[in-house]
């Protein structure tokens, strides 16, 4: 098993990036890193946190991020789905219905992964440029993860993907962030996750009136949207499933790196 270090100083030495992006979600995983990272690498790089916002997510999770950036003085760049990728949640529910699990992989692909394109975009000057992005996977998390194996660096174009805490365990990461005195999420503290996409693909009966009780106003908005969609003649819900969509989460980590609590849990939200 090789160290957090040893996998940042592999990384950086192979692919030379041209800027380093930690993707903050606003879960206890995401603040790990995020802490971890600036603490060791933004004297000689440059860093930065990266939250995409699907534009469905808990209000308090995104002011969370903001703020958690502010404190630590750590620079944020947030890239909008719809405002910035012109990627609009409720339009595309509107026309193909609430996703369910088979059709996870549609909704990262124009809610997340749109997010990413656009911050290279903003990023590289020059077509050869490489970009970071470190995120807060780690193995012991599940089976999906865990199945990850050694692929801890994975480079998809001019995006390179590091899980630098990969080998950490649950108690690692718990003792770091209690020996740091970082600031958690409330909404991760009372949940037990995040909340900052709920694009539905793997809600769970019962986690509406779950998220009610952090962000009731996005549940209203949801079930409007439900009844916007049975009268469109889909006759299910953001916790239903289409039919014969299937229910087996994704398995592909390299091709969706910022949604593997998704399939982890069952759930469309960033775990504690």
């Given at each position: ?145 865990a199945g990850y194996g050694d692929r801890v ?71 409007r949207l439900e009844a916007e969609c049975r ?42």
């Amino acid at each position: 098993m090789r160290s957090a270090h040893h996998i940042m100083e592999e990384a950086l030495n192979e692919h030379e990036p041209v800027a380093i992006f930690a993707g903050f979600s606003g879960g206890t995983d995401s603040l790990a890193v995020t802490h971890w990272l600036f603490e060791n690498y933004a004297k000689d790089y440059p860093v930065r946190a990266f939250h995409a916002n699907t534009g469905i997510g808990v209000t308090a999770t995104r002011n969370y991020v903001r703020k958690a950036c502010e404190h630590y003085g750590w620079p944020l760049t947030e890239i909008h789905a719809k405002d910035d990728c012109g990627q609009d949640y409720d339009e595309l529910v509107r026309q193909w219905g609430f996703p369910g699990p088979a059709h996870h992989r549609k909704m990262y692909a124009r809610l997340k992964e749109r997010c990413v394109e656009e911050l290279l975009r903003r990023t590289k000057t020059r077509r050869m440029d490489r970009v970071m992005l470190v995120t807060g996977i780690r193995h012991d998390e599940s089976r999906i993860r865990a199945g990850y194996g050694d692929r801890v660096i994975n480079r998809k174009g001019a995006q390179v993907w590091v899980n630098p805490l990969y080998w950490w365990t649950g108690t690692d990461k718990h003792n770091y962030i209690v020996r740091k005195q970082l600031w958690r999420n409330p909404v991760s503290d009372l949940l037990g996750m995040s909340g900052e996409c709920l694009c539905g693909a793997y809600a769970h009966e019962g986690e509406k009136e779950m998220i009610r009780l952090v962000d009731p106003e996005t549940v209203d908005r949801i079930e409007r949207l439900e009844a916007e969609c049975r009268q469109l003649g889909f006759d299910w819900g953001w916790e239903g499933r289409p039919p014969r969509g299937g229910s087996k989460p994704a398995e592909n980590l390299d091709d969706e790196p910022m949604c593997v609590d998704c399939a982890k849990a069952g759930r469309s939200n960033d775990h504690a």
